[in-house]
């Protein structure tokens, strides 16, 4: 049990690329930290991301006893656990708890056609509010229909279908239970109502997920169970400490960068770079398009990403910053600094480069045949104008984001929150500031998930009286970053006559390449 003087919380952040644990006091100040670096996924096939789900069990007991080797206080002192993980990434298993395969990770890309039908009444209504084809894709896209169709002993064997936060709550509490916060993924949840879907719901026949392979939810702040041994084993701390229900990643980082009004929008730069805005309303930023649960309950967290996020600038500096990487390493710094610099010595609009960052196809808007582009190029251009288009292109399609989400809620954002790795760059948030033409700040604290998850569960065990207590003392801003008035001007002409053209434009072509995709597929079968 936590002594009665307890007062610390531990969270838990089980990213894609890394696991980390973070001691904070009810302050918001970091006692120790915990990480250890994980491969994102295996791709037995191409398109497929897949891991073994005791790759997070062991990532996360390592990330504990790196943060009790370093931290000044004991155990003892914890008053509570809160987990925040990834969204997206589902287990299967057995009535023991015991994956019955790899857990299929978030960017995972196979698809299942065709889809399993679903009501006709469903159908039809479906259908007349334009939302058949969506509908397909989702269908297409759902985890639990590509098991059923090529895994169905399998599938006929599974006791509990989870997101990867169901299933480390159980590691932790040997209880079928999870957060609402935590659900995002195709599965059969009313975003709506924040509930399991109705049982006459389309969801339940869309995804064929029957209500028994679910976990419990609860509300975030909630208790979700104490300890077990075994459980409090793992973490280093004291048997029967409770384990309360936070959120997912991107939820939780809204509160630790303190984005809790709705004039104030979170970014998140990531491995999916998201917009966020809290509501204490459902809405829509596209239509047919879910809100998400917040990580206060009953609110929703309207939100905008962009799937292959800054998961770019890894994927330019593994492809084209071999020289940076040769630099950096004998300055003792990370590449991101030499292109940083670099950046500094290129006009904003990057010498008319503009790139469109959709490396990662959408659902509508962008849709499932969207495709990444560059345009622009000249014989001017080199590595670093490459990286500031990118990182002016991830800005431009966020701020596009931002705008639907003011006309679909009826808001207007002021200020904006920039959390993430991406954030930690004075260049990359001089940058946002300026694209948005808003002030962006930068958390005190760079695990701005982790710090959202002891947020809640400060709340949630009376550490502070409530969310808006523990947010108030846990939370506040290291730097702001005020837009240049010029340069402001500048991106708003070039987003406003080229970046918000080029989808439009371009897809035609997208299309096209998809037909022949298609056809060159069927050649080779």
């Given at each position: 049990m936590p002594s009665a003087a307890a007062d610390h919380l531990l969270a838990l952040d089980v990213g894609t690329q890394s696991v980390r644990a973070l001691l904070v006091t009810a302050a918001g100040?970091?006692?120790?930290?915990?990480a250890v670096e994980i491969a994102p996924y295996v791709a037995p096939r191409p398109g497929w991301a897949e891991q073994d789900p005791e790759v997070y069990w062991t990532a996360l007991a390592r990330a504990c006893a790196r943060l009790w080797q370093a931290s000044p206080v004991g155990a003892d002192a914890v008053a509570a656990v809160a987990l925040t993980t990834q969204r997206g990434t589902v287990v299967n298993v057995d009535a023991a708890g015991r994956p019955l395969r790899p857990a299929i990770v978030w960017p995972d890309r196979r698809r299942t056609s065709p889809v399993p039908p679903v009501g006709a009444l469903w159908r039809a209504a479906l259908a007349a509010v334009g939302m058949g084809d969506a509908v397909r894709h989702v269908q297409a896209e759902a985890e639990s229909n590509w098991l059923r169709r090529h895994q169905p002993a399998l599938w006929q064997a599974t006791h509990k279908y989870l997101l990867l936060s169901g299933w480390l709550t159980w590691r932790l509490t040997g209880r079928w239970v999870d957060s609402v916060g935590c659900q995002v993924g195709y599965l059969p949840f009313d975003y709506r109502r924040l509930r399991w879907a109705g049982p006459r719901d389309w969801r339940w026949d869309a995804f064929g997920v029957a209500p028994a392979m679910l976990p419990a939810l609860v509300e975030p702040g909630t208790v979700l169970g104490p300890l077990t041994a075994p459980g409090?084993?793992?973490?280093?701390?004291?048997?029967?400490?409770?384990l309360v229900a936070a959120a997912a990643?991107?939820?939780?980082?809204?509160?630790?960068?303190?984005?809790?009004?709705?004039?104030?929008?979170a970014i998140s730069y990531g491995t999916t770079a998201t917009v966020n805005v809290l509501l204490a309303r459902y809405a829509e930023a596209v239509p047919f398009m879910p809100a998400y649960p917040a990580p206060i309950p009953g609110r929703h967290a309207l939100e905008i990403q962009i799937a292959r996020g800054y998961w770019l600038v890894r994927w330019l500096l593994g492809e084209f910053g071999e020289h940076e990487g040769r630099a950096a390493?004998?300055?003792?710094?990370r590449p991101e600094v030499l292109f940083d610099r670099a950046?500094?010595?290129?006009?904003?609009?990057?010498?008319?480069?503009?790139?469109?960052?959709?490396?990662?196809?959408?659902?509508?808007?962008?849709?499932?045949?969207?495709?990444?582009?560059?345009?622009?190029?000249g014989p001017e251009h080199g590595r670093a104008h490459l990286y500031r288009a990118l990182l002016e292109g991830l800005a431009f399609g966020l701020r596009e984001g931002l705008e639907r989400i003011e006309r679909g809620a009826?808001?207007?954002?002021?200020?904006?929150?920039?959390?993430?790795?991406?954030a930690q760059s004075d260049v990359v948030l001089q940058l946002t500031a300026d694209v948005f033409g808003r002030p962006a700040s930068r958390p005190h604290l760079a695990d701005a998930s982790a710090l959202g998850a002891a947020i809640v569960a400060a709340a949630g065990v009376g550490v502070h009286p409530g969310l808006d207590a523990a947010v108030a003392a846990m939370t506040r801003t290291a730097?702001?970053?005020?837009p240049d008035a010029a340069t402001a001007r500048r991106y708003a002409r070039l987003h406003a006559r080229v970046y918000r053209r080029m989808y439009a434009r371009l897809r035609p072509l997208y299309d096209e390449l998809h037909r022949l995709a298609a056809t060159d597929a069927d050649a080779d079968d």
């Open positions: 100040v970091q006692v120790a930290r915990g409090a084993a793992a973490l280093g701390v004291a048997r029967d400490v409770p990643d991107k939820a939780c980082e809204i509160l630790g960068a303190g984005a809790t009004r709705p004039g104030t929008a390493a004998e300055e003792g710094v950046v500094g010595g290129v006009p904003p609009g990057a010498g008319g480069l503009v790139l469109q960052p959709f490396w990662s196809p959408g659902v509508r808007d962008p849709g499932p045949e969207a495709r990444g582009a560059i345009i622009g190029f009826g808001v207007r954002v002021g200020e904006l929150r920039v959390a993430g790795g991406g730097r702001t970053f005020t």
